[in-house]
Each structure stands twice: as structure tokens, then as C-alpha cells.
């Protein structure tokens, strides 16, 4: 059974906007909404990189400054799902995206290292044409 389940990819045009989903595993993360969650990408030939991500509160969110004022992080803890609204796309926001639970309850700080987190979706492939 897979823990993190990533949706909503696809192709876009540039400009264009695309909603990513992930739910997470009742079973398994069955108190959600005591965990941050995070959203990373990782494009062909590149190292993995921070998106987003909001506290287990819901209350803060991060993003970095490359997506700034484009991407929403936002959670819904009755669905155990958070989401990622990407508008005006860019064709260097090509890249696969995998949404991630922090590793610990209430975890707090900047939450933008990928050790931040301990459990990993499979991504959903992201691709932007120009």
C-alpha cells in the first residue's frame, strides 16, 4: 500500500496552471494533521529541491523564492490531502513532484530539507511546454 499518493500532473503551456494532490494513508498517518507536509521536485539530471510546504497547523506556510507568488500550498485534514495550485507555469517548473510527511508530530523550523521529512510519495510528473 502506498503511504503518499501524488495527483493532478500533466502537460500544460506556459502560463498555464495545474493542481496537485496528495493523499496520505489513513492507516498510517491516521492523526494527519499533527504532521507538516512538503512538496519537492526534481527535474532530469538534477538534485531534488524544496517547493513548499505547510505546518502541521496549516496556520504557515514556505515556499521558495523561485515559486514565490505562482504556487499555494494548502491542506484539508478531513481528506487527509494536502495540494499544491501551480499558476502562470514556466517551462523550468518541469520536473516530477512528490509531496512528503515531516518526521515527527508538530515538527516546526524551516522545514525546507528534505531530511525535515520521513515519508516520501512516488511523484507525479509535471511538464510545462513553452
Known amino acids: 500500500q502506498r503511504l503518499l499518493v501524488e495527483s493532478g500532473g500533466g502537460v500544460v503551456q506556459a502560463g498555464g496552471s495545474l493542481r496537485l494532490s496528495c493523499e496520505a494513508s489513513r492507516r498510517t498517518f491516521s492523526t494527519f494533521s499533527r504532521y507538516a507536509m512538503g512538496w519537492f521536485r526534481q527535474a532530469p539530471g538534477q538534485d531534488r529541491e524544496f517547493v513548499a510546504a505547510?505546518?502541521?497547523?496549516?496556520?504557515?506556510?514556505v515556499y521558495a523564492d523561485s515559486v514565490k507568488g505562482r504556487f499555494t500550498i494548502s491542506r484539508d485534514n478531513a481528506k487527509n490531502t494536502v495540494y499544491l495550485q501551480m499558476n502562470s507555469l514556466k517551462s523550468e517548473d518541469t520536473a516530477v513532484y512528490s509531496c512528503?510527511?515531516?518526521?515527527?508530530?508538530?515538527?516546526?523550523?524551516?522545514?525546507?530539507?528534505?531530511?525535515?521529512?520521513?515519508?516520501w510519495g512516488q511523484g507525479t510528473q509535471v511538464t510545462v511546454s513553452s
Open positions: 512528503a510527511v515531516a518526521s515527527s508530530p508538530y515538527r516546526s523550523g524551516s522545514l525546507m530539507k528534505s531530511s525535515d521529512y520521513a515519508y
Open positions: 505547510i505546518a502541521w497547523s496549516g496556520e504557515s506556510t
